[in-house]
């Protein structure tokens, strides 16, 4: 990458952190997100000290192969398998990492895996979450809209 993109990519990252309104290293993540496809919806409380994310609502509700509610059925522990995905705990461990910016563990039911996670406001009604893979070099970033 040559010097004047290098340069340039720094302003924008350092812009975009003075334009953002980011949370205090303290503060909680709370409030309910849609997800980028805008197929769930995950929202954020206080679980002891630390936060999680519980899905809440789904556009499509219905499991088209059973025709009853959408199960964790992807789960690699048998035992979890019928715990429907309304109400599950899909983000972990959440902890405020710097201002603005919480990291924690995600739990896609769409795959049955974890991965490490970080939560990043962008404003007051998006957030960009990226999961990563293999120790972080198997990423995938999106962009999540506040629903309340």
């Not at 197929?39 to 609502?57: E, K, Y």
Request: glycine share 10%; with cysteine.
């Amino acid at each position: 990458m040559s010097t004047d993109r290098v340069l340039l990519f720094s302003l924008i990252v350092a812009a975009s952190a003075v334009f953002a309104e980011p949370a205090s290293a303290g503060e909680r993540l709370t409030g309910t997100w849609l997800t980028e496809d805008g197929s769930t919806q995950v929202a954020f409380t206080p679980c002891g000290n630390l936060d999680c994310g519980q899905i809440v609502w789904l556009r499509e509700p219905i499991d088209p192969e059973t025709g009853s509610a959408w199960r964790d059925k992807h789960n690699p522990d048998e035992s979890l398998k019928g715990r429907p995905l309304v109400g599950l705990t899909m983000v972990l461990d959440l902890r405020a990492t710097t201002p603005g910016t919480w990291g924690g563990t995600l739990y896609n039911p769409l795959d049955g895996n974890s991965y490490s996670g970080r939560f990043q406001m962008l404003d007051f009604s998006k957030m960009q979450l990226k999961g990563c893979a293999l120790a972080g070099l198997l990423c995938q970033t999106e962009t999540w809209a506040r629903v309340k």
